[in-house]
């Protein structure tokens, strides 16, 4: 199995959060909704951008139900 450096990152004045999965050269991006994704020539994601980053996570935090690790039943978007 591949080993692979992830590095995470965020930048409060512009609210986003970024996820690096390697140092490849990035090729092209393409936005995906409040996401923009950065591939590699062979269509690698080698960076993903979370625009609105505190809005996506306090959405996500929803997903989980607090001091029990269980999954939420109810739905996040509405």
Known sequence: MKKVNVK???????????????????DYAQEIGNMIVHFDKKNNPVLVEILEAS????????LVVPNTG???RQPILA
């Open 8 to 26: 995470i990152s965020y930048e409060p004045e512009s609210d986003v959060l970024a996820w690096e999965t390697g140092k490849q050269a990035i």
């Open 55 to 62: 809005k996506f996570l306090s959405q996500a935090k929803k």
């Open 70 to 72: 269980k999954k939420s």
